[in-house]
């Protein structure tokens, strides 16, 4: 009889403190996983009487409560009860494809909740530059003032709402990922970095201050990503870190206060710089290729400038677009670069929307590509679009090179600052000796970014097939008549996985070497593939990929797990090859994982096979024993 998901969730509530007494939830494949604000609350005896609720753990700062595969279903319900994160509860999503692709899945993945920010702002800009460049406002009045904050204020402290968008990414705090962000474009910070507050020394060539007689390079971090994405890892660790050394009684403040007092100086000190002097080295080898090849250097770095501007180095080049304009009277390097690189970027989000059949992705396409087109602002497009769906960045950065070369070939180039190089920044492109030229070529060259990068992005792009209805987190809907049998039969089945066959109660984890779970055998495999034990349909598989469920046609429910704690490796390791729903036949090869990646996370390989369901058979016994193969018959399950 299935579980009343809503009783369920409120008798689990009441029993753990209530819901001011839960500060995070999540679940796995088989367990409800909360972290409590305190602990003692918890009355143990009172959740494990709970209808459904197979058995309760303490581990690593959570509260696990085991509920078997009906867990998805039910924490669907259950955080409907209250506003809680995830940041303590679950995994992080799957990392899938290679170290490039995940890079740019992560960083995607962390700007596109951004969107709405970067988008509503950067159509401010556009509306702003409209205003200076043909209607005349001016520069000096309180509205343009106003009007600017409004524009420019998300940009300016986008490292405090990175830290956010990555904490949640990474199941990290966001409140105190947040402090980092805000503390590195906090006022008092910016004007002591910035020289204005006390007599700087140097530190390898470059200004610095102290921090405990420690150098601090100054830079600025207004606007920037690399530092950010740089410290996920560490802000990571240093809050799992806190929260291991810090007692129960004094977790409330010792965690948070241990968390910046280390995250902070690690970032000023150390990672912080490391994006500064990269981007100084970027700027010398800019210069050096720009006086070796004019028109080749103009071509590679419009196409390489997205990948700049997601790292944040763009402003790197800043200082050497004054400098050219200062002592040369105009600048061909990075104003006419950025053009061409803005402009094919909103240039490929226009051929997505031309392309798509998804409603939502057209207008977020037209309105990210005004927005990279017109004001320059190129975030939601990269982000949004470009780097979400990869082949429209290809269309990008082609359309950027090839505009690019024409541009570095007819000698375009830019005469005066203005707003972000787009279209209507094109005008900074005139000059009183040459009117003419650069601001004509320059037109010109938009235009082949714009064209170039749509066409291929409308060529290359194709909308990404849905996810079926039936998959959102939790047991696949018993939609199919198999995977919902009618009646329960004996059954045998062979072993799923290669290896040595080893007695269920032997297993490290307490809940499955209790039979809590269910009745079954465990397998210490020598091959990395998991195949399936038996003709039927896969009811749950989780999202990191460690484990999943099948039930077979003849009613037997079957949870196989690999590793033990494998959840926390976010799904690396694990390459899934069916998914939720899907039919499967006895020996098709369900899942590949990596037993040395698993094993160098210290974390067993062990992997359990239970009947979920073993209340509903007489008996299930184990036939195997030392070695066995896909052939091997592992458990007798009889009615």
Known sequence: MALDYVETSKKIIEAVGGVGNISSAGNCMTRLRLVLKDESKANDAKVQGIKGVKGVMRQGGQYQIIIGNEVSNLFKEFKKHGNWGEDGGGAPAKATGNPIMRMFG??????????????????????????????????DTSAYTILYSMGDC???????????????????NPVLWMIVGATLVYPNLISLLGGNTVELGTFLGMNSTTFFGIPVICASYTSSVLPIMLMVPVMKWVEEFADRV?????????KPMLFVLICVPVCLIFLGPLGYTIGNLLSGGVSWLYNLSPWLTVGILSALMPFIVMTGMHYALVPLMYTNLSVLGYDVIVKVTMMCSNIAQGGATFGVALKTKDEET?????????????????????????????????????????????????GVKGYQTGGSPSFLSIVTFISESDPTHSFVFGIIGGVIALVVSAVLAFILYKDPEKAPAAVSGGAASP???????????????????????????SIQDQVFSTGTLGQGIAIEPSVGEVHAPCDGTISTF???????????????????????????????GFTPLVKEGDRVKKGQLLLKFDIDYIKSQGLPVTTPVVVSNTDDFSAVTALASGKVDLNTKLLKIEK
Request: aromatic residues 8%; contains cysteine.
């Open 542 to 572: 989780f999202d990191t990929g460690h484990a999943f469920g099948i039930v077979a046609d003849t009613g037997a429910e079957f949870l196989i797990h690999v590793g033990m704690d494998t959840i926390k490796l976010g799904g690396k």
């Open 479 to 505: 939609t199919a008549s198999a995977a919902a049998p009618a009646s329960l039969s004996d059954t045998t089945i062979v072993s799923p996985v290669v290896g040595e066959a080893v007695a269920l109660n």
């Open 154 to 172: 998300f940009m300016f402290f986008l490292p405090i709402f990175l830290c956010y968008t990555s904490a949640k990414k990474s199941g990290g």
């Open 246 to 254: 810090s007692p129960n009684v004094l977790k409330s403040f010792m």
């Open 106 to 139: 992560f960083v995607s993945g962390c700007m596109t909740p951004l969107l709405p920010g970067l988008l509503g702002c950067g159509m401010i800009k556009v509306l702003l530059t409209i205003l200076t460049n043909f209607a005349g406002m001016s520069t």
């Open 362 to 410: 057209r207008s977020e396409g037209i309105a990210c590509g005004i927005s990279a087109t017109i004001a320059g602002v190129t975030e939601p497009a990269m982000y949004g679009i470009n780097m979400r769906y990869v082949k429209p960045m290809i269309g990008a950065v082609t359309g950027a090179a090839v505009a690019g070369l024409f541009c570095g070939l007819t």
